[in-house]
Structures are given as C-alpha cells and as structure tokens.
C-alpha cells in the first residue's frame, strides 16, 4: 500500500501563485507516475497534471497549460504543483494520486493510490 499526504493549499489572490506538495510514504517502488487531481463544488473530480517516473514525460490539462508545472523528486517520492497567474475558477480540492501502471495517466480511474486532498481558493 501507499500512502499520500498532501501540503500547500490555502486562499490566494487572483494572479498569485501557490505551491502544493505531496508526500508518498509505503511501497513507494511501486509507483510509476504521481499526479493531481481537483474537484470543485458541484462538479466531477478532474485531472490537473501527471508525470511518470520513468522518463518523466508530464501531461497537463488544457485549463492549466502554462500556468501549472508538476515536478517530482523520485529519491524522495514527493510530487510537488507549482500554480501560478491562478484564477477563481482554479478553487477546488487538490488531491494527490498515484499509480503503478504508468498507462493512461490522465484517467481519474486508472490511479491506485488518493490523498485526502487539499482546499485551494482563489479569490477574485
């Protein structure tokens, strides 16, 4: 089993930047991507950006290209989402997610493991 535990949400201005990290604890050896996930009031959980850890190809949702960037350190199996020029409809629960089949990454369905997430809002 793994273990994710998210860090970094909070309230920000619109135009700011706010940086998420995630921690996987437990078999670890097992993962091959990390990624985010978001949910807002009233709608379906959504991809956000992955990464695999062989190769490191990222993948990111159209809504956040250019403004999201998603790194890793795979020594110390952290996944971290920098997020800047946020918008209010960037408010949502930020979950962590993980998976041991580096296969379509950006389904919310093909991912193992789920932190608790982390409430961002951006205010306007």
């Known amino acids: 089993q793994v273990q994710l535990v998210e860090s970094g949400g909070g309230l920000v201005q619109a135009g700011g930047s706010l940086r998420l990290a995630c921690a996987a604890s437990g078999r670890t050896s097992s993962i091959n991507a990390m990624g985010w996930f978001r949910q807002a009031p009233g709608k379906e959980r959504e991809f956000v950006a992955t990464?695999?850890?062989?190769?490191?190809?990222?993948y990111y949702a159209d809504s956040v290209k250019g403004r999201f960037t998603i790194s890793t350190d795979n020594a110390e199996n952290t996944v971290a989402l920098q997020m800047s020029s946020l918008k209010p409809e960037d408010t949502a629960v930020y979950y962590c997610?993980?998976?041991?089949?580096?296969?379509?990454?950006?389904?919310?369905?093909?991912?193992?493991?789920w932190g608790r997430g982390t409430q961002v809002t951006v205010s306007s």
């Open positions: 997610a993980a998976k041991r089949i580096s296969t379509y990454l950006t389904s919310i369905h093909a991912y193992d493991y």
């Open positions: 990464k695999r850890r062989s190769g490191g190809t990222t």
